[in-house]
């Protein structure tokens, strides 16, 4: 069994910062990269950036600049460091791992929220 614990979420105002950690734990398999991704009330969950077990990143155009996503291999850990942050930033940020154990597997985390104030 896998778990992603997330942390790092909160409110701030805009113009702010906010880092999120992921750590993965349990039977994991072969990791191929770990994101974050973000869903705000009425809108479809979509990616804000993810990184490969290599170190490959990608971004949203909307966070490219602000954002910044990295990843510490010997922990399974995923970080999400958010610069500059907006009211439209505003959303629960979701983690999101996939692996290789026999078959391909997706895991998400339980999501934070994050709130940016004007």
């Known amino acids: 069994q896998v778990q992603l614990v997330e942390s790092g979420g909160g409110l701030v105002q805009a113009g702010g910062s906010l880092r999120l950690s992921c750590a993965a734990s349990g039977t994991i398999g072969s990791i191929s990269a770990m994101g974050w991704y973000r869903q705000a009330p009425g809108n479809q969950r979509e990616l804000v950036a993810v990184i490969t077990i290599g170190g490959s990143a990608n971004y949203a155009d909307s966070v490219k600049g602000r954002f910044t996503i990295s990843r510490d291999n010997a922990k399974n850990t995923v970080y999400l460091q958010m610069n500059s942050l907006k009211p439209e930033d505003t959303a629960v940020y979701y983690c999101?791992?996939?692996?290789?154990?026999?078959?391909?597997?997706?895991?998400w985390g339980q999501g934070t929220q994050v709130t940016v104030s004007l």
């Open positions: 999101k791992l996939e692996s290789f154990l026999l078959v391909r597997r997706t895991y």
